[in-house]
């Protein structure tokens, strides 16, 4: 015992600190993943934005 608290108290704050920065960490890298996933998905959209103009610009060139 360490100032009159048993071993096992010290233990159990260990663990919840050690939960709560894994549970930080997990936060952090689905964050992470889930920027990349909108930044991909935008530039998809974008590219797709792009061929459409391009489609119809040349739809219109043809009927001029």
Request: charged content about 35%; overall charge positive.
């Amino acid at each position: 015992m360490i100032l009159g608290v048993p071993w096992w108290v010290f233990m159990m704050i260990i663990f919840i600190f050690l939960s709560g920065y894994m549970a930080y960490r997990a936060f952090y890298a689905e964050k992470k993943l889930e920027q990349q996933y909108i930044e991909r998905e935008g530039r998809i959209y974008m590219e797709r934005i792009e061929e459409e103009k391009k489609h119809r610009e040349d739809r219109k060139q043809l009927t001029s």
